[in-house]
Antibody
């Protein structure tokens, strides 16, 4: 059974760095790619970036300068780090298997002082 | 970036009525592999998105056959032959042919 679960702080101060973890079960990160997608409250979905099965990454150019995605295959975990957070980064953050067939439950992140 | 335009923004239908949602892309979604990576997902209230259809018309195994997808190049349609109560939520089309991946703005289906 494939499962993805996001975890991380619910509240981040402006200008600080967001760190999220996606813990995966039921699939191997060495043969599956994982994307991060976010959704501001009441709004649509924005693809942020992907870590490929070979460890390479691709990012949305709109946030590329602030974003880093990495992984620890031994722990089946994918990490998202995004710096210089602003209030507009307040959103539900999801990880999903690339292809969009499996999604995590999401983690709500609020950027506020 | 490929812009995905969904219409209508919302639908209010009674149980048993058919539904149709349009999704248009600003570029052809036919990839060099010959595959078209146009997908549909449903986000029920308070939940994460759930898979419905991939590559235009292929239903995931758990999706009822009252759902169908069609289209090509830049114009795509999701249809529900007879709406049921569990179908309420926001439907999104999204494309995986071009980077960055992009989503439509969503169609909210309400049950009368």
């Amino acid at each position: 059974q494939v499962q993805l679960k996001e975890s991380g702080p619910g509240l981040v101060q402006p200008s600080q760095t967001l760190s999220l973890t996606c813990t995966v079960s039921g699939l191997s990160l060495t043969s599956n790619s994982v994307s991060w997608i976010r959704q501001p409250p009441g709004k649509g979905l924005e693809w942020m970036g992907v870590i490929w099965s070979n460890g390479g990454t691709d990012y949305n150019s709109a946030i590329k300068s602030r974003l880093s995605i990495s992984r620890d295959t031994s722990k089946s975990q994918v990490f998202l780090k995004m710096n210089s957070l602003q209030t507009e980064d307040t959103a539900m953050y999801f990880c999903a298997r690339n292809g969009g067939d499996y999604w995590g439950q999401g983690v709500m992140v609020t950027v506020s002082s | 970036d490929v812009v995905m335009t969904q219409t209508p923004v919302s639908l209010s239908l009674a149980i048993g009525q058919p539904a149709s949602i349009s999704c248009k892309s600003s570029q052809s979604l036919l990839g060099t592999s010959g595959k078209t990576f146009l997908n549909w997902i449903l986000q029920r209230p308070g939940q994460s998105p759930k898979r419905l259809i991939y590559q235009v018309s292929k239903l995931y195994s758990e999706v009822p056959d009252r759902f169908s997808g069609s289209g090509s190049e830049t114009e795509f349609t999701l249809k529900i032959s007879r709406v049921e109560a569990e179908d309420l939520g926001v439907y999104y089309c999204w494309q995986g042919t071009h980077f960055p991946l992009t989503f439509g703005s969503g169609t909210k289906l309400e049950i009368k």
